[in-house]
């Protein structure tokens, strides 16, 4: 496994003084540039700054929502952290019996053995599973890629694993072209958690699926995080389904965190306005809270050539000079609330009742 | 949706010890789905070629064409270099079932040669010679497949008669006999030149489309130049350099290089496509995220989706090499005679005047045409059995 003597290194002392106890995951400034290159000797012309400097982090057990528009870089960030794309800088360390390991520093043979730990449920259902593999192979790959089981051991493990998504036993012969979009999913699930991962980056995992589907999918991982204690790096851009199962909630734009926060806290008292027009998007059953619905003006920003200052200054209501020239800091603006927005306490913003994600209707 | 409601509460242990003994306890109508179910990609598009009429005869047509080519001397009635004194040119035989007397199974009449008014060449049936057809007669001795040494012809008639089911060419050589010689070198040189291109084609489209970046950029835009360079003038200039002194088998695989130094452009670009956009498909960066090891999501992940797109690519790619071969052994530039292929064939109806006069010689096209026919067909088959998307 890891090399131990690796990781007294200055990473160690770093994190001793920030870190809470109970912290799985930190990510410090996180950095993905994309080259953009042009012409026959691909010359590269300029970068797309997909995530520029996100730092975040996850206890132990509890879920993240990572919420943005499309494009935002939300993907990246999770793709960074189980390292399918290299990160162009920034530390991802993982708390681990008391030490830090930090993810951006293993080499091949380290990471791969690191994996058990890090697991990815994929956003689309269909192209996310081998049409030639039935699901015993799928399910039991990772298993065997550590050696973990073989065999009838294997067999009996990824049976278990696939009765706890919720399939049947003789599934496992079937080919993924024999299931729905649901429960290919749970393949996906089943395939991510059969080697009881500690954390785990869902990317959209439902967004891809049936609105009838999502809260099942949905349930089903919040069933399996109080089952197998997992932790869950939960990113989507859909308002409505992240509340139902985060914790806290970071909420993305153009490669850059503007706001995190409790659940509760930041629906209730969002304090960046690019949140507040998130949050008056989603539906509400409840007639009597009907808030006035805040339409975006313009595109996102090009991530590949930022505007100065505050990124969402072009499309902020709220906009004033200082916005354009100076980017504001992700700070802490009461405990656990973090913004970075310039006015971010001087700005009265609309939230929506907790109440409401529950859909409850009460008269 | 059929979904299962999601389970509440502790860790459920399989109750069914085995999953053959979970398939074993089903109903007849359910194991029918579950063998739907359980069939592997190669099974599904079996299963779906089958419903193509027309690919499964053409694959049984190019089976009975590559059996004939396999078994050409035992087929064939005369040795290819057998030639008849006074029979040159001598039409298709009229194979006749009855005489005067009646039903007497199937002969052919003893043929005179002659010369009309015109001095053209005619050949008159003699009604006293009758000569029935039987199978397994004793005839031109031959090596079977080099090993058996034997003189036994699917069919003939005896010693002193001839049969020559197409006619015969301009130094009395049965046309049929040589047409089921050439049916050996033409539909192999296809086989060996694709497969030589695949080897090619792989090779370079894999490292185009594995390394990426520039040696992509200079991989590709090479195979631009040469896809626009005219196939024939270029197949030309290499079969010329081919040395004139090669006994057959060198010319044969100087040919089929030649050929497959022009073709492999196309695969190669077919296995970088495929390459690249299985590279980036998520389940192999599921199988990456999981820990596999990059030499089993290769063989594993990325190759066995690739064959069935490789199949139908180079079996699309066989009648455009049996063409090339025609054209270039049409022109003088392929297979060198005495080897008989179909396009050799065709040389003796490069002059209007035969063709005119013995019509038969073009029958060697009618065979070019069939094959390449029954190869488009099968490949078409293949190729809309093997979108792995379509399920029906």
Redesign the interface.
Known sequence: MVDESKLNGATMSETQDVAPSNILLEVKDLKKYFPIQKG???RTTGYVKAVDGVSLFIEEGETLGLVGESGCGKTTTGRCI?R?YEPTAGDILFHENGSAINLNDLERQEL??F??H???I???PF????????V?ELVG??LL??GIASG?EL??RV??MV??V?????H????P??F?G??RQRI?IA?ALV?RPKLVVCDEPVSAL?V??QS?VV??LQ?LQT??NLTYLFVAHDMSVVRQISNRIAVMYVGKLVEVAESEELLRNPKHPYSETLLSAVPRPNPHHRMQRLNLEGEPADPANAPSGCVFHPRCQYMEDICKMEAPPLAELTPGHHVACHFADSLALQGIAYSDSIAVISG | ????????G?????E?E??AA??AS?SAPDREK?A??????WQ?IWRRFKRHRLAQIAMIMLAFLYIIAACAEFIAPYETRRDFKGFVYAPPAKIHFFDEDGFVGPFVYGLKGGRDENYQRIFEEVKEEQYPIRFFVRGDEYKLWGVYKTNLHLFGVEEDGQIFVLGTDRLGRDLFSRVIYGTRISLTIGLVGVFLSFVLGLIIGGVSGYFG??VD?IIQRMIDLLVSIPHLPLWMALAAAVPRDWNSIQTYFAITIVLSIVGWAGLARTVRGRLLSLRE???T?????????EW?IIT??LL??FTSYIVVAITLAVPGMIIGETSLSFIGLGIQPPAVSWGTLLQDSQMIVNVALHPWLLIPALFVIVTVLMFNFLGDGLRDAAD?YS?S
């Open positions: 026959l000797l691909r189980v399918v791969k053995a994996r058990r890090l697991q990815m994929f956003q689309d192209s996310s599973l081998n049409p030639r593999m039935t015993l790959e990772p890629a550590h009838t067999e009996d049976a278990e009765v706890a919720g399939l049947k036993v003789e496992l012969p079937r080919y072209h024999s729905s649901g429960q996906g395939r080697q049936d009838s589907v099942q349930n089903l069933d089952e197998l | 949706m059929t979904e299962s409601i999601p389970h509440n502790a860790p459920h242990k399989p069914i085995s999953v979970a398939t089903q579950q739907l179910y359980t069939s592997s990609q599904l970046g520039t950029e498909e998520d389940f960066i599921a199988a990456r995220v999981s820990g596999v090891s089993r594993k992940h066995p989706l792995p399920i």
